[in-house]
């Protein structure tokens, strides 16, 4: 049995991002399905580990985490520092800026998206065109920063890949799976063949198994 386990659905990004942060690493874990429909993030042994109620947490040993952007930093300061940019002052710092955009910046207006265009069926409502066009608008003009970014480096923190482009991935996966992921990235050629790279590591391509876009999302959450 793997000595660390994640708690959650996989479909979710946040669990998703944990889930990369570990296959990057090369850590054998195990995922505890959990099952949302039924409330498994509610009861006692679950608030237990989190007491706000949410997923993922892992457990590695005798530590227990929450909160999806620190279970990766701690996967990587443990495992694989130097995609925290470890050793050098100016690495790090430009790994921690880029990490703040994507949770500030980036997942914001991508994340309204993907819950109108993606999720907003399986939570019984309709989709709300209003915020899924004002947060296309929003993710444009983000893009237009990481363009100018993306076209002096290779990568978000410069020319080595980080846990700041890493973190990226959950969500854009399922951006990229809507209807305004071209126009998003029209004239933005840096922005997809940056993302292209992305999607293309093992890493990605092994969580993406377990974030299907369409019907399968819901029934993975069941």
């Known amino acids: 049995m793997a000595a660390v386990k994640v708690y959650g659905w996989a479909v979710s990004p946040y669990v998703s991002r944990a889930l990369l ?10 995922l505890i399905p959990m099952n949302r429909g039924s409330g498994d993030h509610r009861t006692p042994d679950h608030l237990a580990r ?7 947490v892992l457990e590695d040993g005798d530590l227990t985490l929450f909160e999806s952007r620190a279970i990766a930093r701690h996967v990587f300061r443990k495992h694989k520092p130097e995609l925290l940019g470890s050793g050098s002052l100016d690495r790090s710092a430009a790994v921690d800026v880029w ?5 500030q ?3 914001p207006a991508a994340g309204a998206v993907v819950v109108e265009c993606v999720f ?4 019984g409502r309709a989709r709300d065109q209003a915020a899924v066009d004002a947060n296309v ?4 003009n983000v893009l237009r920063v990481y363009e100018a970014r993306l076209a002096a480096h290779r990568y ?3 020319d080595f890949l980080s846990a700041a482009d890493l973190s ?5 996966h399922y951006f990229m799976g809507t209807e305004y992921a071209g126009v998003v990235l029209e004239g933005h050629p840096h922005v997809k063949a940056w993302w292209e790279d992305l999607a293309a590591r093992p890493a990605a391509r092994k969580v993406a198994e377990f974030m299907p876009l369409g019907g399968a999302a819901k029934k993975q959450q069941e």
């Not at 608008?137 to 444009?140: A, G, P």
């Open 21 to 30: 942060a570990l296959e990057e690493a090369g850590v054998d874990y195990e």
């Open 50 to 56: 989190n007491p706000f109620g949410q997923v993922p």
């Open 99 to 103: 990490q703040e955009v994507e949770a």
């Open 105 to 107: 910046q980036l997942h």
């Open 120 to 123: 907003a069926p399986f939570l």
């Open 137 to 140: 608008e929003k993710l444009r």
């Open 156 to 158: 978000l923190a410069g």
């Open 168 to 172: 990226h991935f959950p969500i854009l």
